[in-house]
């Protein structure tokens, strides 16, 4: 019996401890890319429908200082979730792409970008259905419009879609960042972001699409 409660206990600190180690190392990386000036660096603006599933994809990218979730697109200043979840300020959910253009270009966000989303879909992406939830690319200057649009014409004469690419190359319009509990959301609720992703059809259709090979 003693025994028992003793490899009972250890298992416990074991577990504490890996706890402790992984809740520190969220912590650290989210501190680290917050500690920046955005004034110093590009910034790009995408919209994919969920925002925690476009944010985690460009943070993983070299030359990449952080991405953002938050709201873009609409009139209404400053909205909460709530308001644009419900389709009526006319926002869409969208990231804020904080890079460094020396390391890497527009051009490969462009590319990353693509491989995200569902370019045909003009009902929303996936699970998520709602306007609010439609793919857009927000150009910052007329230079990024050019390649936006090049990238776009790329993408039609690759044949890969079957249906017309509806996703719109707009003028950026004031970023809103989201509330605080949905940035990092890949990180902070590891668990819940990943069952959310994998019933989302998102992969699924990315991994049908985009085959390994390309």
Request: charged share 30%.
């Amino acid at each position: 019996m003693k025994k028992i409660i003793i490899i009972g206990i250890i298992l416990i600190v074991v577990i504490g401890t890996i706890l402790f180690i992984d809740t520190t190392k969220e912590e650290e990386i989210i501190r680290e890319k917050s500690d920046y000036t955005v004034e110093d660096y590009d910034i790009a603006i995408f919209a994919g429908g969920c925002f925690w599933c476009m944010e985690a994809p460009f943070e993983k990218l070299p030359g990449v200082i952080d991405s953002v979730s938050g709201y873009t697109g609409g009139a209404l200043e400053d909205p909460t979730y709530e308001e644009v979840s419900s389709g009526e300020t006319k926002h869409l959910e969208a990231v804020q792409v904080i890079y460094d253009g020396e390391k890497i270009t527009y051009e490969e966000l462009l590319d990353v970008f693509w491989r995200q989303i569902d370019p045909t879909d003009d009902g929303g992406q996936f699970v998520d259905r709602g306007y609010q939830y439609t793919s857009a690319i927000f150009y910052g200057t007329e230079k990024e419009k050019v390649l936006a649009e090049k990238s776009l014409k790329a993408l039609e004469a690759s044949g890969r879609y079957d249906q017309s690419i509806v996703t719109p190359i707009r003028e950026a319009k004031e970023f809103y960042k989201a509330e605080e509990y949905h940035q990092n959301y890949y990180i902070k609720s590891d668990v819940k972001y990943k069952y959310y992703r994998s019933r989302s059809g998102r992969d699924q259709y990315l991994n049908e699409i985009w085959s390994i090979n390309d």
